[in-house]
């Protein structure tokens, strides 16, 4: 069983940046598929970062954010770099100790999920 704990969010102005945080115990997830979701008021939760080998990023967040590890720490990280107001949501850190392509989209296709952090991004 694996536990993810989100922390760094708050309130951002535009055009700042962010750096939040996805603590994993339980078990070690350096070779987990490890992502970013967010979801805002009244929308369903979107896929925002993922890390592999590889990354992958939503296209709203291309260029601006950036996800990272660090397997010594069992450490997810999403850096969030000129945040527009649009980018306010709570933000959740998702595991999953396999990979598809196909479906890491997907929140659905993840086991494990953190209780989420609120970002807020003033105009």
């Known amino acids: 069983q694996v536990q993810l704990v989100e922390s760094g969010g708050g309130l951002v102005q535009a055009g700042g940046s962010l750096r939040l945080s996805c603590a994993a115990s339980?078990?070690?997830?350096?070779?987990?598929?490890m992502s970013w979701f967010r979801q805002a008021p009244g929308k369903e939760r979107e896929f925002v970062a993922a890390f592999t080998s590889d990354t992958f990023y939503a296209d709203s967040v291309k260029g601006r954010f950036t996800i990272s590890r660090d397997n010594a720490k069992n450490t997810v990280y999403l850096q969030m770099n000129v945040p527009k107001p649009d980018d306010t949501a709570v933000y959740y850190c998702?595991?999953?100790?396999?990979?598809?392509?196909?479906?890491?989209?997907?929140?659905?296709?993840?086991?494990?999920w953190g209780q989420g952090t609120q970002v807020t991004v003033s105009s």
């Open positions: 998702a595991a999953n100790p396999t990979w598809r392509a196909s479906a890491y989209r997907i929140p659905s296709w993840y086991y494990y």
């Open positions: 339980g078990s070690t997830v350096s070779l987990y598929t």
